[in-house]
């Protein structure tokens, strides 16, 4: 039979952990654009295709006007075979037991926060190193007309914006069906939500979401993430070309040192596959340094 004093241990322990994973879960931003995988393999390898439908992978006759018993024409995607080390993301934080018990701001509560929120943020950093370095489509500012540029006249997001979504268009994807993306940083964000183009759009819907998610702008949900790297943007269809291969998902364990600690202890498992990098446009140039 438990005993009441060993239950209120329990029920601390199931506290700790769901209130890390909450945390997690509210927090991520790259990887809520990513579909999840499950893996069991210390390497993942995967083959990262491409998306020309003019000429990828295209022999002999084309496609239009095969005649009649006439062999047909024969293509292929073209891909390449990347292979990644599944990755240990975690971390682990100590709270005293007079800390628990007699300090004034709630430190257990800090703690689970801040802990949470560093793991989640590395992986939200990986993830957006692999989709900048992997990006198959791209959209340069001209210098000068940054996104705060010294010229207000000049900026102009919205076309920028608009470029991205049509050079995907130009690939075959459509990012207007509901699934795509604008994704900033907090600088770039406070660049284009205080340009009066952006604010004045009959297209701009404010409003605040889960997982980083700020409202639409020209149909592209916006996400504001820190991990986005500073002086570029993407404009992205969400778990389509970008998978979590996870491997272990995110574990809480809580270590008790009875009379003197607690030790909050989180991890997770996995890497960040990029599929099909043609459903990214990489803007580059957002930011006057």
Same mark, same amino acid.
């Given at each position: 039979? /438990?005993?009441?004093?060993?239950? *209120?241990? &329990?029920?601390r322990?199931?506290?700790?952990?769901?209130?890390?994973?909450?945390? +997690?879960?509210?927090e991520?931003k790259?990887?809520?654009?990513c579909?999840?995988?499950?893996?069991?393999?210390?390497?993942?390898?995967?083959?990262? &295709?491409?998306n020309?439908?003019?000429?990828?992978?295209?022999?002999?006759?084309? =496609?239009?006007?095969?005649?009649?018993?006439?062999?047909?024409?024969f293509?292929?995607?073209? *891909?390449?075979?990347?292979?990644?080390?599944?990755?240990?993301?975690?971390?682990?934080?100590? =709270?005293?037991?007079?800390?628990?018990?007699?300090? /004034?701001?709630?430190? !257990?509560?800090?703690?689970?926060?801040?802990?949470?929120?560093?793991?989640?943020?590395?992986v939200?950093?990986? =993830?957006?190193?692999?989709?900048?370095?992997?990006?198959?489509?791209?959209?340069?500012?001209?210098?000068?007309? *940054?996104?705060?540029?010294?010229?207000?006249?000049?900026?102009?997001?919205?076309?920028?914006?608009?470029?991205?979504?049509?050079?995907?268009?130009?690939?075959?994807?459509?990012? !207007? #069906?509901?699934?795509?993306?604008?994704?900033?940083?907090?600088?770039?964000?406070?660049?284009?939500?205080?340009?009066?183009? +952006?604010?004045?759009?009959?297209?701009?819907?404010?409003?605040?979401?889960?997982?980083?998610?700020?409202?639409?702008?020209?149909? !592209? #949900? =916006?996400?504001?993430?820190?991990?986005?790297? $500073?002086?570029?943007?993407?404009? !992205?269809? $969400?778990?389509?070309?970008m998978?979590?291969?996870?491997?272990?998902g995110?574990?809480v364990? #809580?270590? +008790?040192?009875?009379?003197?600690?607690?030790?909050?202890?989180?991890?997770?498992?996995?890497?960040?596959?990029?599929?099909?990098?043609?459903?990214?446009?990489?803007?580059?140039? /957002?930011?006057?340094?």
């Amino acid at each position: 039979m /438990t005993a009441y004093g060993d239950r *209120e241990v &329990e029920q601390r322990y199931e506290f700790i952990d769901r209130a890390v994973k909450a945390v +997690v879960k509210i927090e991520e931003k790259w990887k809520s654009l990513c579909a999840i995988d499950s893996s069991s393999a210390w390497t993942e390898s995967y083959f990262r &295709e491409t998306n020309d439908d003019d000429t990828d992978g295209l022999t002999g006759s084309p =496609i239009r006007g095969v005649p009649q018993y006439a062999p047909f024409p024969f293509f292929d995607v073209t *891909e390449t075979k990347v292979s990644a080390v599944i990755q240990k993301y975690a971390g682990e934080s100590v =709270i005293s037991l007079e800390a628990q018990q007699s300090a /004034t701001v709630p430190m !257990l509560q800090r703690k689970i926060y801040r802990l949470g929120r560093k793991i989640v943020y590395q992986v939200d950093v990986a =993830i957006e190193a692999a989709v900048s370095g992997a990006a198959g489509n791209g959209v340069s500012i001209v210098a000068g007309y *940054e996104w705060n540029s010294d010229t207000i006249q000049n900026r102009d997001p919205v076309k920028d914006i608009l470029d991205a979504v049509q050079t995907l268009r130009n690939d075959g994807i459509d990012a !207007l #069906t509901g699934n795509g993306y604008l994704v900033v940083n907090g600088t770039d964000y406070t660049n284009i939500i205080s340009n009066s183009k +952006v604010l004045n759009h009959p297209t701009y819907e404010s409003g605040v979401m889960g997982n980083g998610q700020q409202g639409k702008l020209l149909g !592209l #949900t =916006i996400v504001i993430s820190e991990a986005t790297t $500073a002086d570029q943007a993407y404009v !992205l269809v $969400a778990r389509q070309g970008m998978v979590w291969k996870q491997a272990e998902g995110l574990k809480v364990k #809580t270590i +008790v040192d009875e009379g003197k600690s607690t030790t909050i202890r989180a991890w997770e498992r996995g890497v960040v596959q990029i599929q099909a990098p043609n459903e990214v446009c990489k803007i580059t140039n /957002t930011r006057k340094t």
